[in-house]
């Protein structure tokens, strides 16, 4: 292998490290007391919202919480230009 394939070959993470990760989402979702219901509405607020000015990929949607209490939202676009608001 090449020392460019190398450097750019990406770790598959151990068994450990997934289940690691997936216990600190438990925990997380404990502390902040967010149920995978409160969860789902929140996604669903989010992309009806949002679905009034842009084409959401529903599909691709992605909420997660962090260790620090942050709720990042991945939203793929399915087109760059902004609908027009319907009066």
Known sequence: MSAIA??????????SQVAKERLQLVLIHDR???????????KDDLV????????????GLQITLTQNKR?????????????KRSG
């Not at 190398?6 to 068994?15: D, E, G, I, N, V």
């Not at 709720?71 to 609908?83: C, G, H, Q, Y």
């Open 32 to 42: 902040v007391k967010l149920s995978p219901d409160v969860l789902e509405r929140i």
């Open 48 to 59: 009806t919202t949002i679905s009034k000015y842009l084409d959401i990929d529903r599909e």
């Open 6 to 15: 190398k450097l750019f070959k990406r770790k598959q993470p151990t068994s």
């Open 71 to 83: 709720l990042i939202v991945d939203m793929p676009l399915r087109e760059r230009s902004a609908r």
